[in-house]
């Protein structure tokens, strides 16, 4: 057995039959009963003839396992123990027994000719072995490294770090990442979390920089990457093995929108100890526009609408706007109220012409697209500011190794579609333009299905997903992606995905028709998975690999949730001054309500904004001027009353 | 003679490389595709004969219930097996290709290891039916060649064409059987543990007087009882024996012996489970009894696991059905 797991003796024998040939991509060998071998471990065959003077080797991972005795029938057994099962074990002879493996081959050594696996001595790979059965030495070598570490491979006495090429995973030769899985093992988002630690360390510098911008779309799950997790020492040997530090994320900044109120953030990272690198995401009429369709189905954008609103983007918006028929006033519309206002001087115009249509469009489309846009503010409040006030991501200072967290987990269905398409649509352009701050982005998108189905209607997210899977590799905008039913994802966004890592997974999933390549042995295998364990499919690697990978050295969600309880309801006052002691410690209560006085609540939401905006370095005086003055209260001056004019002196009736 | 052992991979001629080159050796000779083993085609059937036996448990031969529980004190099992098959004809004379094989498998830890194991191959063929010139091509083919124109006992043989490959057969058991005690003579000096031997152990001085071995026979041509005795054997039941007699062959060594029902032979035939054991004739009175219990009680322990679908389950322990096989994958 050590002999084994040291790699210095064969463990088993390759054999093929006329029933079971060996193949060029197939082969079978026995093994002894106490082996190490299991479904997944990676093996070694030294061939015996040379071929083209060249001893052959042959490197194959175990996909199926077979265990028989030299029994005919299971009735033989039964008689030969009387009907008695527990009489088996007193038999002083165990039956002869074999324990049969069928392996895939990773890689054949010289690759050309490629011939049917031959009889040889079968070996227990080793970690050069692993590397050489990958792939991995090609791009493993000093001055040419771009491995990036996903776990590790285990079997027997072999610990082999298993490497991803950053030109397969970021880009340019392929790029994107898929993982699916079972939910609730927290198997998809620690491995994903896991990953980008990885790529944080070992993405190589020639590369360029890379960033990170996280959706998170449930719970907690990535509200606290800069906060350290529990690890246990397993998860600690994993790190050191990978060549990664168990330590969180330095560099995370995280992005929510206000909820409906307009002043409290929609986070469950809002405890105040954590709101130092927490921003607000904000848009104004301007930002929204231009992603219309996201929110407007098609029975709601007909072409005439389109046309409408075409006209408002071009014509109306952020532009010194008059007409005729609103009696040459001018309107510079750059907030939800101001187009409110624009609207309804239009419809009021026209109605008092007793006209049917403007400018080529008819009242009712006026209406209807009136109706329309004036929704949105009202189904995404907290994200869509009436008053045009925008806080978004640093789009041109992204920095290096940084991960951009936008929760929009507590978000309705239609801002969490606006977010997601504003974000990746101004990353693109910005990619395009080389003026992002970095190279590579990658975009972390969990619940796939949900956003990318395989069936339903086509949605502007899931086009902007397909074209950013299909072509976001040649600008360095990298999509990982996740779900836990793989075949409920357009096949075109999983099938871009170079690589491929697969959880636990559900045995109906498995029985699906895209997991048909898999053997009975391996699907069992992910049927059974522990947690944090993957199989890892990469362009390099000929045949899924199985690895280990450790936790993430960041809080949990669930323990984030718990040790930073979400910060109770405010009033607006309250709400100011934890938004203003972010800037400014010295802010009190008291100051805050004497500030704002009798003001109303947009006022105040307007000057908080913006303070936080220009984060200036006198917080008070900046926050004092966004307010309008109030008059002081004037005493009228007393209007002094005519006299009374006196009597006559001859008034007969006075008296 | 080419002889493998454990840990050497076996580089055998295969009948295959043998044919080739005596078709290059023999080119006006007739090649013989898909004939059967002689072994099946040409089986040395022994009569059946009806043998006196001195009984030396008691005075007349009875039935004895097997006192005790079945118990392991086996530590190996001996077999061996043999294969004929005709490779060319030389005009019209036979050559053929003999490969022996024996093997010890030992048990540890409840399974079943090669402690020692021979394969003998050979080149028979009858000298006075060949030339001088075709003969000494024969030797240059570089196999161990045997004139199989007499047979194991120095008679000349037949020359008619199914004697000259009984002869063979009968000659080829020989050597098996040569080789099977060159093995059980080295267990036996080896090792005080017990090993049962396929077959009686009178064969060899050395083994017969061997407390380390135990035979047992498991075909009955030849039966050492007669009369009432032979009426005695035949009803012996399950986990039954019969007295130990003295089988004293000529020119043998003689050995205690005894029958033994392994298996309930209720209807079946009277010989279903019926082995004959074999062992150092040393002990006497009741130390024999003794002993012949105790074998008899390591011999019980074998039953399971059944040698199906071998036909001669009923008979065959699993260790010697475990030796057949292990030939069979390396012969």
Known sequence: MTDFLENTQPLGRVVATERKPNTPHEFHFWTALDSPVGIGTIVRVEGAHPVNGQLPEIYGIVVEGFSYTDLMTPLHDMLGHD??????????????????????????????????????????????????????????????????P??????????????????????????????TGVSGLATKTSAIEWIIQSIFTHFPASKGSVAAVCFNVKGPDLCFLDQPGMIDDTDRALYEKCGVTAEPFTNVQYFAPYKSDGFSLNTLRSNDALLHNVTSL????????????VLLNKDDVDAKADALIDFIRERVVDRDFSDAILGNKRYIVRSFADLEAWFRDVLVALEGKNSEGWRTHHIATIRKVRNRLSNISTRCAGLVTDDGAVSDLPFGSFQDRTVYVIDVASLEEDAQDLIFAR???????????????????????????????????????????????????????????????????????????????????????????????????????????????????????????????PRPAVMRGRDGAEQYPQAVELDLDAAVLRSLRTLDSSITLNWVRDAVGIRDESEIIRARNATLRERPADVKKFFLAQLRPVVAGQQPARVPSPAIRSAPADDPYGF | MSVTTPLQPSRAPTLQTVARALATAFPDSQPAEHEAPLETTAPSIQPTRLLSADVIEGRELCAIAVSGEAEVGLAAFLDGTQRSE????????????????????DRRERRLHTWRHVVEQRLYAPRTQLSDAEWDSLGRAGYPLIDSSRTASGEPASEHPLALREAVVNRVQQDRKRAEQRLAVAWCDAEDRRLLVDGGISDSDPVARSSAAIGVVKSHRALYVSGAALAAVLALRERERSSVFLVSPERRASVASWYLRIRDPRGRDPMWGLVRVEMASGPK????????????????????????PDGRWHTMLYGVRDCEEFLRAIT
């Open chain 1, 83 to 148: 009907g008695t099962p527990g009489g088996a074990s007193m038999s002083a002879t165990e039956r002869a027994e074999i324990r049969l493996y069928t392996a895939a081959v990773l890689r054949q050594l010289p690759e050309e000719p490629l011939q049917p696996v031959p009889m040889g001595r079968v070996y227990l790979a080793t970690d050069a072995d692993v590397a050489v059965a990958l792939r991995m030495d090609g791009y493993l070598k000093e001055g040419a490294r771009t491995g990036i």
């Open chain 1, 150 to 179: 996903i776990g590790v491979y285990h079997a027997g006495g072999t610990d082999a770090p298993i490497y991803l090429d950053a030109d397969f995973l970021l880009g340019p030769e392929a790029a994107h990442l898929n993982i």
């Open chain 1, 282 to 293: 904000t848009w104004g009429l301007r930002e929204v526009l231009q992603y219309a369709e």
């Open chain 1, 423 to 549: 974000v990746v649509t101004k990353l693109r352009e910005h990619l395009e333009k080389r003026d992002l701050g970095v190279n590579h982005v990658i975009v972390f998108v969990d619940e796939l299905n949900k956003y990318a189905p395989n069936d339903g209607q086509d949605t502007y997210v899931r086009k902007m997903l397909l074209d950013l899977a299909e072509r976001g590799r040649y600008l360095g905008l990298v999509l990982f992606s996740a779900q836990q039913f793989r075949s409920q994802v357009h096949r075109r966004v999983v099938g871009n995905s170079g690589t491929a890592l697969y959880g636990r997974m559900d045995a109906d999933e498995l029985a699906t028709p895209g997991y048909a390549v898999l053997s009975p042995a391996v699907k069992t295998k992910l049927a059974t998975l522990e947690k944090g364990q993957l199989m890892v499919r990469h362009p390099h690697f000929t045949q899924p690999i199985f690895v280990r990978f």
């Open chain 2, 86 to 105: 005709v490779v060319r004809y030389v005009r019209g004379v036979p050559i053929i290709w003999g490969t022996v094989g024996a093997v010890i498998r």
């Open chain 2, 285 to 308: 009175g009741a130390d024999l009894t003794r002993r012949a219990d105790e074998v008899s009680r390591w011999i019980l322990a074998e039953v399971a696991p059944v040698s199906l």
